[in-house]
């Protein structure tokens, strides 16, 4: 897959808008995926061409596993004058983009999450610090969450109540998640 060649770092997602600077995941509220990747490549062996063909052929190869495309390859371009390359990727799923990254994302409900084996932890907070508790699972368990493996940034289509500890947010629907000591980031949302 396209992670086992390129810069870990290179291979987050995120909104495609040009106004984004770093790797950023976006998720949007019926589940899809877009990443933007952005990466420094003035010191790299790669130029922007070899970059795009190999993304392309292992989108390629991953699609032709389906009888309908599920990741695309919608854009990369290169700063001339800083050498940084952005590139940006959809997914019709956070199952695709797992798959595709050999990483793990979940967006559903806390209920939906639990349903399928993954632990919600009571130790996440809020922006003030308070900890959610179980009593705070069993209470939002028709609320979204979010939950990955990837520690990039992580743009949320609701507003983020509860986050792991550590994890910065950048706004009321992003968050920073490259600094958390925790394996997983999970994002409690509220509509």
Do not use: W
């Amino acid at each position: 897959m396209l992670t086992a060649f390129l810069i870990p770092s290179i291979l987050l997602l995120g909104c495609g808008n040009n106004n984004i600077s770093t790797t950023t995941l976006s998720i949007s509220k019926d589940g899809k995926v877009r990443s933007t990747i952005v990466e420094d490549f003035g010191e790299s062996y790669y130029d922007l061409q070899e970059l795009s063909d190999m993304a392309a052929k292992e989108v390629s190869v991953y699609n032709s596993e389906y009888i309908s495309e599920k990741v695309f390859l919608e854009s990369a371009t290169e700063d001339e004058e800083s050498k940084v390359v952005t590139m940006v990727m959809s997914f019709n799923s956070t199952s695709d983009y797992s798959h595709f990254n050999q990483v793990s994302l979940f967006y559903g409900t806390v209920q939906e999450a639990l349903d399928k084996g993954y632990k919600v932890s009571e130790d996440l907070v809020d922006k003030d610090g308070n900890i959610l508790g179980q009593e705070g699972i069993n209470e939002n368990l028709e609320k979204h969450i979010v939950i990955t493996t990837d520690k990039s940034d992580i743009v949320t289509p609701y507003n983020i109540s509860f986050m792991t500890k550590g994890t910065q947010l950048k706004n009321k629907k992003e968050a920073a998640s490259t600094d958390i000591s925790a394996d997983s980031v999970q994002l409690l949302l509220s509509k």
